[in-house]
């Protein structure tokens, strides 16, 4: 497992219309890794995974170790990292068509987007943070470097955005994995 040291939190503005934050990390070696998150992230997480938006610890530590977490679409970094933590908890569902290095039907760790209930796909995505930080990056920092983040609230219109494209995205994925479970149940 390797550390990271938060250096420095601030503002960044890729475009006028996409307000981010600029997370600098110090690697072990010294050299110096940039996390570009949305402004949204925190508020995007508590929709997705049912955290309360008052639980800034949990959002922030979700969002700054997401660049380093395993995915269940990313087979490299599975196998990399010795396999996904939400399989070994039986949170699966089967391969969606379009992974075409997963075969349709296969069992693949559940997302906030496939899974049955909101608790499954938190429990995945905690179960997955915990094998980050235990096994592959834990990020460390300074609670006053991330103050800007926590005190930051979306407006009602980005909360409406933010509700309504995770929505969309859900059910697009449980189209698929519907079809997933159609097409494994004929062979």
Same mark, same amino acid.
């Given at each position: 497992?390797?550390?990271?040291?938060?250096?420095?939190?601030?503002?960044?503005?890729?475009?006028?219309?996409?307000?981010?934050?600029?997370?600098?990390?110090?690697?072990?070696?010294?050299?110096?890794?940039?996390?570009?998150?949305?402004?949204?992230?925190?508020?995007?997480?508590?929709?997705?995974?049912?955290?309360?938006?008052?639980?800034?610890?949990?959002?922030?530590?979700?969002?700054?170790?997401?660049?380093?977490?395993?995915?269940?679409?990313?087979?490299?970094?599975?196998?990399?990292?010795?396999?996904? %933590?939400?399989?070994?908890?039986?949170?699966?569902? %089967?391969?969606?068509?379009?992974?075409?290095?997963?075969?349709?039907?296969? %069992?693949?760790?559940?997302?906030?987007?496939?899974?049955?209930?909101?608790?499954?796909?938190?429990?995945?995505?905690?179960?997955?943070?915990?094998?980050?930080?235990?096994?592959?990056?834990?990020?460390?920092?300074?609670?006053?470097?991330?103050?800007?983040?926590?005190?930051?609230?979306?407006?009602?219109?980005?909360?409406?955005?933010?509700?309504?494209?995770?929505?969309?995205?859900?059910?697009?994925?449980?189209?698929?994995?519907?079809?997933?479970?159609?097409?494994?149940?004929?062979?």
């Amino acid at each position: 497992m390797r550390t990271f040291r938060v250096a420095d939190v601030h503002a960044y503005w890729p475009n006028e219309k996409m307000p981010c934050w600029r997370v600098v990390q110090e690697k072990p070696d010294g050299t110096m890794h940039c996390h570009i998150m949305p402004k949204h992230t925190l508020e995007a997480r508590a929709i997705e995974y049912g955290v309360d938006r008052e639980d800034t610890e949990t959002l922030w530590d979700i969002a700054i170790h997401e660049p380093w977490m395993v995915h269940p679409y990313d087979l490299a970094s599975v196998a990399k990292a010795g396999g996904d %933590p939400a399989v070994a908890l039986g949170l699966v569902v %089967p391969s969606p068509r379009g992974y075409e290095a997963i075969a349709p039907g296969d %069992p693949i760790g559940v997302t906030c987007h496939t899974a049955e209930t909101v608790a499954d796909g938190l429990a995945a995505h905690l179960a997955r943070l915990g094998h980050c930080k235990s096994e592959l990056v834990l990020v460390q920092d300074k609670k006053s470097l991330r103050r800007p983040c926590l005190k930051h609230r979306e407006d009602d219109w980005t909360q409406a955005h933010i509700e309504d494209t995770f929505r969309m995205a859900r059910k697009s994925e449980r189209r698929k994995i519907a079809e997933a479970r159609r097409a494994a149940a004929k062979r």
